[in-house]
């Protein structure tokens, strides 16, 4: 063998890769016709073996390659046939890399009646009882109530403070981010003890969404103990505000007044006057009637009701006592 890796000049590889058809009689003796396909390619194994590669048309492992591995043992030597397996392509569909099952189980895994021990070694316990290396002390002590077996370690408080601080309950969630204030400040928060203490704590309002949780010290909610609303009237209120007692009056203009009609007693002394022969006396009468009354203003600030002017008096007529003395008054009045 030391020979062929110091002399060979290529030819074995050449020899190898050439094998072909070996390789297919090989895989269609294994496998049969219809789950063989083309040729796609050879890799090289070493300086004397080479696997050819072939598609497998198998149900269910598309993606798939038969590889069948063939060897050269001298340059004399025949080829002859390793194995015959079926691999993954590229583009093949494989399960998911093997984890032990201890380490599959995740955070809501464990349901009612399921058991899941620690490991003896667990890093994030240390055993308790002054950490004594003596089994009889540590079965005394947990027989009279001492006290736990294990407690956290330091690795356990780290690893369980890492975890709460990037989760639901922590400063970096949308709850705490939108939140007025932390719960560091909150009177529903109760502190843890210990080593945690100063970072972790309760929550203990009913209203918040982390009742019953370990909460962070920067995490918040809307339900802060310290929230101050201010309360005001639902009814929207006018931001200009009139003084009604700063606003100067204007009196509203005037209206013109009706004319008065004459009264009853007048318009019969005008119409009596215009009937009998007309005397000095009756003339002025009607002269004093015919001149129109004069409108009065209404002054609606002092008086609201209108004054009637008063009406004329009316003199007595003068009835001619004969037909004589009354043609000698009416000449004596034309001569005058």
């Not at 955070?107 to 089994?135: M, N, T």
């Not at 918040?220 to 009056?249: N, R």
């Not at 007044?257 to 119409?271: G, I, L, N, Q, S």
Request: aromatic share 4%; with cysteine.
């Amino acid at each position: 063998m030391t020979l062929l890796l110091t002399l060979d000049d290529g030819s074995i590889q050449r020899k190898l890769a050439e094998a072909v058809d070996l390789a297919r009689a090989a895989v269609l003796e294994d496998a049969g016709a219809e789950q063989v396909g083309a040729h796609v390619g050879v890799d090289s194994e070493d300086a004397v073996s080479a696997s050819h590669l072939f598609e497998a048309t198998v149900t269910g492992y598309r993606g798939w390659r038969w590889s069948v591995t063939v060897a050269l043992a001298g340059e004399d030597e025949p080829i002859t046939v390793s194995e015959v397996v079926l691999i993954p392509g590229p583009d093949a569909r494989v399960a998911p890399a093997w984890v032990p099952w201890d380490r599959r189980v995740q955070a809501g895994d464990l349901g009612v009646g399921d058991i899941f021990p620690v490991e003896k070694d667990d890093p994030r316990l240390a055993p308790a009882y002054l950490e004594s290396d003596d089994p009889a002390v540590e079965a005394v002590a947990k027989e009279t109530g001492l006290g736990r077996v294990h407690v956290l370690s330091r690795h356990g408080r780290l690893d369980a403070a890492a975890r709460w601080h990037g989760g639901e309950f922590g400063p970096r969630s949308d709850m705490a981010r939108s939140a007025p204030d932390v719960c560091g400040s909150c009177g529903f928060f109760v502190s843890l003890a210990g080593s945690l203490s100063a970072a972790f704590g309760a929550c203990t309002n009913d209203i918040s969404p982390a009742d019953g949780h370990v909460v962070d010290v920067e995490y918040g909610c809307g339900a802060h103990s310290e929230i101050e609303v201010e309360v005001t009237s639902s009814v929207p209120v006018a931001e200009l505000v009139y003084d009604d007692s700063l606003i100067d009056f204007e009196p509203a203009p005037e209206a013109p007044a009706e004319p008065v009609e004459a009264e009853p007693a007048k318009a019969e002394a005008v119409e009596a006057a215009s009937e009998e022969p007309k005397t000095e006396a009756a003339e002025a009468v009607v002269a004093e009637t015919a001149e129109p009354a004069e409108a009065t203003v209404v002054d609606e600030s002092e008086a609201p009701v209108a004054e009637v002017p008063e009406t004329a008096e009316v003199q007595p007529e003068v009835e001619p006592e004969t037909a004589d003395e009354a043609q000698a008054e009416a000449e004596s009045a034309s001569e005058h």
